[in-house]
Structures are given as structure tokens and as C-alpha cells.
């Protein structure tokens, strides 16, 4: 396709259960990011790739949470044991290089509840 | 610590009246801003953008200003449409290091425009 999407577009799961949401940025762009938004919140950054390393991991919020990112293309952000708190939209962006700073395309997100 | 605040949660304006969308930023070291527009079930989409070295940014019906000193930013519509009724974030960024590319978002205004 020609945006970013991500999948699934919602997930509702129980407490202390393991999910995993996937970004498919679009074809060409070596940047990836993934942000997530709490209710009544900002975007929050999580975590940053560039090709298939994350320069920087500093935005999650424990070691519950690891991203991955294979062929350049395609992550994954795992959350492991998951917790009420961790419901929200978790947001992913891509863009041609970490320098076109302005041209961060947005998938739609996944919703994710946590009961 | 919010580094990035828009105290204004929801804005009204009447079409074609000029709709005024603020955003304050504490870290004096960014060098960039973005303004993003989110409707319903998608994700933010670029709008408009300015360097720290600028003051001034504008492109078409969108104007966006920064007041450096007082550590500001708006976001200027001039006229409102109905079509302009979104969720509005204003980004931040730093240019440098393993930063680059890594969004610092504010809260959202939610601007409603009527006919």
C-alpha cells in the first residue's frame, strides 16, 4: 500500500497477557517510530529505528516493552505481561531518513485496551 | 515533565473567522517545530513546520509563528473551514545526535469549526 499501516487496528486483551502490534512503514523509508497515546495525552515517543538498529530505545516506559525491526521493513513492539496502564493508541511513523524530520508519515494506529 | 504543552484542549470558531492554536515548550534546545493534524481514526498528518532560526512559516491558509523568547508557538487559519475541525498537535524536535527525528508532542487542541 502506499501508507503506513498497522495491524491490528484494535486489540482487547487481559491482564498479564503478552501482545504484539505490527508496523508495515511505507516501501523506501529507513526511519521507523513508534509513539503511543493515553487518553487526554500527547503523542509519547517509545522508541526510534533506523534500518534495523534503534539508536534510540529511550522512550519505553519498561523492559516490558521491546520493538524489533527485520529486513528494514516491517516491527514489531512487544509488550510482555501487559498492564492496565498500557491501554492506548500505539502509533507508528515512518520516514525516508531520520533528517526529513518533516515528512513523518502516521499509520492509523492500534487501539489497544488492557482490562 | 512535559516538555511540550498545549493548555487549550478544545477550541471553537465560526467559519471564516480566523482560528488562533497555541503551544508552549520548556527545552530551549529545539530546533524545530511541527504542527500535525489528526482527524477520527487515522493517524496526525504533517501540516506545517518552522525552524528555530524562523519566526515566521506560512503556506496557504496556514501561518505558523514562534516567539523564541517566550519559548512559544501558534498556529495561525485564516479563514476557517469546516473541514479544519480536528485534533491539532504541535511537535518539537532536536536536530542533533541520537535524537534526530524524535517527536516531543503536545497534549492536542481539539478545533471545531462551524458553518
Known amino acids: 500500500g502506499a501508507g503506513v499501516s498497522q495491524s491490528p487496528s484494535n486489540k482487547v486483551t487481559e491482564k498479564g497477557k503478552d501482545v504484539e502490534l505490527r508496523c508495515d512503514p511505507i516501501?523506501?523509508?529507513?526511519?521507523l517510530y513508534w509513539y503511543r497515546q493515553s487518553l487526554g495525552q500527547g503523542l509519547e515517543f517509545l522508541i526510534y529505528?533506523?534500518?534495523?538498529?534503534?539508536?534510540?530505545k529511550s522512550g519505553l516506559p519498561s523492559d516490558r516493552f521491546s520493538a524489533e525491526r527485520t529486513g528494514g521493513s516491517v516491527s514489531t513492539l512487544t509488550i510482555q505481561r501487559t498492564q492496565q496502564e498500557d491501554s492506548a493508541v500505539y502509533l507508528c511513523?515512518?520516514?525516508?531518513?531520520?533528517?526529513?524530520?518533516?515528512?513523518?508519515?502516521f499509520g492509523p494506529g492500534t487501539r489497544l485496551l488492557v482490562l | 515533565d512535559q516538555q511540550v504543552k498545549q493548555n487549550s484542549p478544545s477550541l471553537s470558531v465560526q467559519e471564516g473567522r480566523i482560528s488562533i492554536l497555541n503551544c508552549d515548550y520548556t527545552n530551549s534546545m529545539f530546533d524545530y517545530f511541527l504542527w500535525y493534524k489528526k482527524y477520527p481514526a487515522e493517524g496526525p498528518t504533517f501540516l506545517i513546520s518552522i525552524s528555530s532560526i524562523k519566526d515566521k512559516n506560512e503556506d496557504g491558509r496556514f501561518t505558523v509563528f514562534l516567539n523564541k523568547s517566550a519559548k512559544h508557538l501558534s498556529l495561525h487559519i485564516v479563514p476557517s473551514q469546516p473541514g479544519d475541525s480536528a485534533v491539532y498537535f504541535c511537535a518539537a524536535g532536536l536536530a542533533g545526535g541520537t535524537s534526530y527525528g524524535k517527536l516531543t508532542f503536545g497534549q492536542g487542541t481539539i478545533l471545531t469549526v462551524h458553518p
Open positions: 529505528f533506523q534500518g534495523n538498529s534503534a539508536p534510540d
Open positions: 511513523a515512518s520516514s525516508l531518513a531520520p533528517t526529513r524530520w518533516e515528512t513523518q508519515y
Open positions: 516501501s523506501g523509508h529507513t526511519a
